[in-house]
């Protein structure tokens, strides 16, 4: 089985756009956990856009399965994760003018942050996870500061199209096999839907999907509870393709 966390930044997205305290993105978080997720995401940025502290503090208080904890590797950040405790930290990258995380984490340039974070963590008993582009250096060098697990960054799967997106599945699939040889867990996410996470889950090294926008924007038109199991079938569809 693949497990399947819902990120449920947009959630709060939709709460902030008017100042309200509806919808509650820790009460979606519930709905997700009954519809089948193995887990919740959570990105806390520094701008604060969706998510809040007090979000992430109730959902440490409240979740039944797994909470990842989404965050760049700051100081503040660091702290909080030590405070917290939540089960998963991933460091993702991390710039104030962009939409949504435009790459992976470059770990070889951060390395002195993440082997920080790295140490917070180990300290914590968190599991740490790595963003990271599916190349083989920056997988390595996740290994090499203690992360347990990668979450290669699908962008440019989800974008691409034809043959341009058959070669973008295979560079995933190499950086998958490199990561697990290392011994770390694989984990993917970024612009996977119901209608291209099959080939992701193709993939046999993959054993994790954090998946958030897609499944909001199918609440909007079909509820929540119906878009998670409608996703848990894509994904379930996908193990089809395994060899």
């Known amino acids: 089985m693949v497990r ?9 997205t939709i709460r902030n756009a008017r100042g309200t305290v509806y919808p509650d ?14 887990g919740i995401t959570a990105h806390l940025r520094e701008d604060r856009r969706h998510i809040r502290d007090a ?3 109730r959902l440490r208080q409240s979740l039944t ?14 702290a ?12 993702v990258p991390e710039r104030r003018e962009e939409l949504t995380t435009e790459g ?10 993440v082997a920080k974070a790295a140490r917070a963590c180990e300290l914590s008993g968190i599991k740490l996870s790595l963003f990271v582009a599916a190349d083989p250096a920056q997988i390595q060098a996740s290994r090499e500061l203690g992360a347990r697990q990668v979450e290669l960054h699908t962008g440019e799967y989800a974008n691409a199209r034809g043959a341009e997106r058959a070669g973008e599945l295979s560079r995933l699939a190499h950086g998958a096999r490199l990561a697990r040889q290392l011994g770390l867990e ?10 291209n996470v099959a080939a992701i889950v193709g993939i046999a090294e993959v054993e994790e999907l954090n998946i958030g926008h897609a499944v909001v924007a199918d609440a909007v038109l079909v509820g929540l509870d119906r878009a998670v ?11 089809g393709l395994r060899p």
Do not use: F, K, S
Request: glycine fraction near 8%.
């Open 4 to 12: 399947l966390h819902i990120n449920i930044d947009h959630v709060a």
């Open 25 to 38: 993105p820790v009460l979606a978080a519930g709905i997700c956990e009954l519809a089948g997720a193995d």
């Open 55 to 57: 979000d992430i503090e």
């Open 65 to 78: 399965t797994v909470l990842n904890l989404e965050m760049a590797a700051t100081d503040e950040m660091i």
């Open 80 to 91: 909080i994760a030590q405070r917290i405790v939540p089960d998963v930290v991933t460091l």
């Open 104 to 113: 992976g984490l470059d770990v070889i340039a951060a390395r002195d942050q």
């Open 186 to 195: 694989v984990a993917a996410g970024h612009g996977l839907t119901r209608d």
């Open 229 to 239: 199991r409608d996703l848990r079938a894509a994904v379930d569809r996908g193990l």
